[in-house]
């Protein structure tokens, strides 16, 4: 099941690459997040504290997507 907290990610830019447990490149770093990649975080159980993501029409980290309470 997607969250709503993975959801925010939707049409975010990745500051980071995000690997699976393995090691395996699951997305690479500057992708505009689309629901299939949210799919993919969700199905790979990533912690969405390894995520970070801008607005993709911003360079910097003022827009990151807030971490959960």
């Known amino acids: 099941m997607v969250t709503d907290y993975y959801r925010s990610f939707t049409g975010k830019r990745l500051l980071n690459n995000i690997y699976d447990a393995t090691g395996v490149l699951l997305i ?8 299939s990649h949210i799919e993919k975080l969700a199905n790979f159980n ?12 911003s360079s910097g980290a003022n827009n990151a997507v807030p971490e959960p309470v």
């Open 28 to 35: 690479s770093k500057d992708t505009i997040l689309l629901e």
């Open 46 to 57: 990533i912690r969405t504290d390894e995520i970070q993501a801008v607005a993709n029409n």
